[in-house]
């Protein structure tokens, strides 16, 4: 029972609670200002009030992100995949890739916004600029890591380049390719709500915009929760995938 | 079993006729194996041991058909000549780490080459299922490669190996890295395999009790860059048994290919980069 209850009490999920205990304590406490931080309390009744609104627009955000997620990361892998295969690839699209992630994503987002106009594609598409860089780049650094000794043997099978690439580069790969895509996940969520800043009717980056605009300070504090929430479930989907199916490392 | 000295008139299982390996140009030119003539009956265990860097894996490598020899030599498998990489499928190749795929369990380990060749993977893991108790490794199919001893994953290793059906089988110090009671059980154990399911081997070694205790012929490789030195057939009788390497016929074996042996090993020592 002990064993437990410590166990419990080094767990994320407790980590969240004494986050809220300390907000809870120290906004009394020390007589905090509700500009800059209003009571917890405020900010979930502020939640409740608006809960079909928020409800719809953590949906909307979360489509948004798990398509531009998953576009980036097919998009990030099959460049990855290229540029290993290909120095003239890797020499060609690299830097143009890394040029392009210096770009404000403000500005490549009202590129994007002319393009595909008040759509979700234009969300999508943003949030997939954000998460296929450090796809693409964690998975040509995981096919570098295949060993040219392995490589070697397979090929003393006979085997053929498909049979190589499917048997042996991409699962010493994969290991690196969770890590560019635990990256990913943040940023999609990041390009979906900057998305949503161009104009859109739900969203959680429409009513964080909104927010700010009225200066609604607790519902601010609110979606900060809620995109909190949602990036940390994505991630923690993440991490299950990769215990469950990706738990070597390479040698 | 038969003395493989007694058959010379069979067509060796593999020859090499003059073969060279040389890197870079001319004047930098590093000659890692230099004209080795060698030749290997059918079913024969042939130990090939020298010092260390002496080009044995490159001599390993070429085999293999993972390197090509230079255009001056040639190798011949049942009396064919082989061009290049044309020898890649056709002989066992075990290298000296175990290579073992971290994500694949022992079976599917075992099955790899068998997987590679196409066989459907059901029948695979059959054929490499009934093998595991005679491997040593009964019990341990769904274990994975971190979960297994260093003498385990080698003869998981071995048991790939076996199951890429070839005659010829080239193993690379294999057990070069188990320790010396681990390694005297899988030297005994592997004479057991070899006896039953007779294929050719060439094995390398830096150990010459090993050499001798396994082989009908000891290859001597001289320093880089690498030739054959002499060659030394064994008689010692088969079933051979640990105690073998106390009698007085082995240590006469032993102090002959000691003395070349360490001869060449100084020669690496007292090599003086040009």
Not at chain 1, 238 to 246: G, I, K, N, Y
């Amino acid at each position: 029972m002990s064993m437990s209850l410590s166990a419990l009490a080094r767990s994320p999920v407790a980590s969240i609670v004494y986050v809220a205990i300390a907000w809870l304590v120290l906004v009394p406490l020390f007589r905090i200002e509700p500009r800059y931080l209003p009571p917890l309390p405020v900010v979930i009744a502020d939640g409740i009030s608006v809960w079909p609104d928020l409800v719809a627009g953590f949906w909307r955000t979360l489509i948004e992100t798990v398509l531009g997620f998953l576009a980036g990361v097919a998009l990030g892998v099959g460049f990855g995949i290229a540029f290993s295969a290909s120095r003239i690839m890797e020499r060609a699209f690299l830097p143009i890739f890394v040029a392009l992630q210096t770009i404000p994503v403000i500005a490549f987002g009202a590129i994007v916004v002319i393009w595909f106009g008040n759509t979700i594609m234009a969300k999508v598409v943003i949030a997939l600029y954000l998460a296929f860089f450090p796809v693409a780049v964690n998975t040509l650094r995981g096919l570098e890591l295949v060993d040219p000794q392995r490589i070697a043997l397979m090929k003393s099978f006979g085997a053929s380049r498909l049979q190589l690439f499917l048997k042996l580069a991409l699962p010493t790969a994969l290991p690196n390719i969770l890590i560019g895509m635990k990256l990913a996940v943040a940023l999609s969520l990041a390009g979906a709500i900057v998305g949503e800043w161009f104009g859109d009717t739900v969203g959680l980056g429409v009513m964080l915009l909104q927010a700010l605009y009225f200066e609604q300070i607790p519902r601010v504090w609110m979606l900060i929760i809620a995109c909190g929430a949602m990036g940390t479930l994505l991630y923690g989907a993440l991490s299950l995938l990769e215990r469950r199916f990706v738990w070597w490392r390479a040698d | 079993m038969p003395d493989p000295t007694t058959v010379p008139a069979a067509t060796p299982h593999l020859q090499l006729v003059n073969v060279w390996k040389r890197f870079g140009e001319e004047p930098q030119q590093t000659i890692a194996v230099r004209n080795v003539d060698l030749s290997i009956e059918p079913g024969a265990f042939v130990t090939l041991i020298g010092p260390s860097g002496c080009g044995k894996s490159t001599l390993f490598s070429m085999i293999a058909g993972l390197l090509p020899p230079d255009s001056d030599g040639s190798l011949l498998l049942k009396g064919k000549v082989q061009q290049d990489g044309a020898m890649l499928g056709k002989i066992a190749f075990m290298p000296q780490r175990d290579l073992l795929f971290p994500w694949r369990t022992v079976l599917d380990n075992a099955t790899l080459a068998l997987e590679v060749e196409g066989m459907p993977r059901r029948k695979a893991r059959a054929k490499a299922e009934a093998l595991f108790p005679e491997f040593g490794l009964g019990g341990f199919e769904q274990h994975y490669p971190h979960q297994l001893s260093g003498g385990m994953r080698q003869r998981v290793a071995l048991m790939r190996t076996f199951l890429f059906e070839r005659d010829l089988i080239l193993l690379d110090e294999p057990f070069g890295a188990l320790d010396a009671l681990t390694r005297s059980m899988m030297q005994r154990w592997l004479l057991d395999i070899w006896a039953k399911h007779r294929r050719t081997v060439l094995f390398i070694t830096h150990d010459i009790d090993e050499a001798i205790f396994l082989g009908d012929k000891v290859v001597v490789m001289t320093a880089r860059p690498g030739t054959i030195k002499c060659e030394e057939v064994i008689t010692l009788p088969r079933p051979r048994d640990p105690g073998v390497v106390t009698t007085p016929e082995f240590m006469a074996i032993k102090k002959e290919l000691l003395a070349v042996v360490e001869e060449e090993s100084l020669k690496t020592f007292a090599a003086v980069p040009a």
